[in-house]
């Protein structure tokens, strides 16, 4: 266990270093949700009724900060663990590869949660904005709830991103399918009704929809926001326990017949 812990923490410590050392990073985690956030304002200000669509606004813009830095972690990361050719040593350790892609995706997390930071700043100061939260316990708890959602939701996707060498591809197709799918500016609702099913399987969604209970609604009861997070956490475990059971299988196959690189 304790080796476990071990490994996690030196994965996600060398995500941050990874982050660090590509001066891009400013850009990504600053000036990109800033812009997103501006385009946003811009749509909601003239063509929306809402009047909190204000905190629809941060919420979404935070979800998709949080979701594309999650992506990144479980895709772009095994990406280039296989593009400098030490993919096949992690799988050769006796660690479990679950914990590294964990770490990598709590890495790069951390950094969605810095953007959230940035846009929170802007729509307050620059923006002068008013913000609505009925209720700020429920609202920061559903924050790290969705936080947890979106890393499960990431570990099941690295399952399989490690088992392909097009994972830039598929990373860019699921940043945005995804956040429409999780309704996290634009309502479920409008979706066709054969698309609604997906979005209720997707943990982030009852996450998202917490965030938006605790933030305005005024009519918020306790009872759902629990039911809402509940139905959250099962299917994050639900997640974890999935993306475990395909790591063993992955870890078993590629060390049995060594075609790692073939792959």
């Known amino acids: ?15 941050l270093i990874a982050y660090f050392v590509r001066p891009i990073w400013i850009f990504e985690v600053s000036f990109t949700p800033i812009v997103f956030v501006i385009i946003s304002f811009t749509i909601f200000h003239y063509y929306s009724t809402e009047v909190a669509y204000v905190s629809y606004l941060i919420i979404g813009s935070a979800a998709l900060g949080l979701w594309g830095s999650t992506l990144f972690g479980a895709g772009n990361s095994i ?5 400098i050719g030490t993919l096949e040593y992690i799988i050769g350790t006796p660690s479990s590869l679950q914990i590294v892609v964990i770490g990598k995706i709590l890495g790069s997390s951390l950094m969605g949660f810095v953007s959230t930071i940035f846009i929170f700043l802007f729509v307050v100061i620059l923006a002068n904005e008013p913000i609505s939260i009925v209720s700020f316990p429920a609202f920061f708890t559903a924050l790290i709830c969705t936080f ?3 890393v499960s939701m990431g570990v099941l996707l690295g399952s399989f991103f490690v088992l392909t060498r097009s994972a830039t591809a598929y990373y860019n197709a699921l940043s945005r399918s995804i956040y429409v799918l999780c309704g996290a500016m634009f309502p479920i609702a409008i979706l066709p009704s054969w698309v609604r099913p997906i979005s209720y399987i997707l943990a982030p969604t009852w996450g998202i929809k917490a965030l938006k209970m605790a933030a305005f609604d005024s ?29 063993k299988k992955i870890e078993d196959k590629i060390r049995e017949e060594a075609k790692l690189v073939e792959l």
């Not at 071990?6 to 410590?13: A, C, E």
């Not at 990406?79 to 593009?83: I, K, S």
């Not at 306790?222 to 997070?229: D, H, M, Q």
């Open 79 to 83: 990406t280039r663990e296989r593009f």
């Open 219 to 247: 009519l918020f009861s306790s009872w759902c926001f629990i039911k809402t997070l509940l139905w959250l956490l099962i299917l994050s475990v639900v997640y974890l326990l999935f993306s475990t059971q395909i790591f």
């Open 1 to 15: 266990m304790f080796g476990n812990i071990r490994v996690l923490i030196s994965s996600f410590h060398r995500e």
């Open 148 to 150: 947890l959602s979106f």
